[in-house]
């Protein structure tokens, strides 16, 4: 399975989100892409969710290094 870090996922995010920002509605098509990065990141925000470990927060884990 593939598995990101936290580190990527929260890029990943942003990326969505700048992406999201700056659709330009006047285009055909904007709001079909608009609404995939809406999704596509509420994705990446569940699966950071899924993959907190409380437990590591003084030693790093294969996610946090």
Same mark, same amino acid.
Do not use: G, M
């Given at each position: 399975m593939m598995q990101f870090k936290? &580190?990527?996922i929260d890029? +990943?995010?942003?990326? =969505? &989100?700048?992406? $999201?920002? @700056? =659709? #330009?509605?006047? $285009?055909k098509g904007a709001q079909y892409w608009y609404d995939t990065y @809406? $999704? +596509? &990141? @509420? $994705? +990446?925000?569940?699966y950071r969710e899924e993959l907190d =470990?409380? #437990? =590591?927060k003084y030693v790093a884990c294969n996610i946090h290094d």
């Open positions: 936290e &580190q990527e890029r +990943l995010i942003w990326a =969505c &989100q700048y992406r $999201k920002e @700056h =659709c #330009d509605f006047n $285009k @809406h $999704k +596509l &990141q @509420h $994705k +990446l925000e569940t =470990c409380p #437990d =590591c």
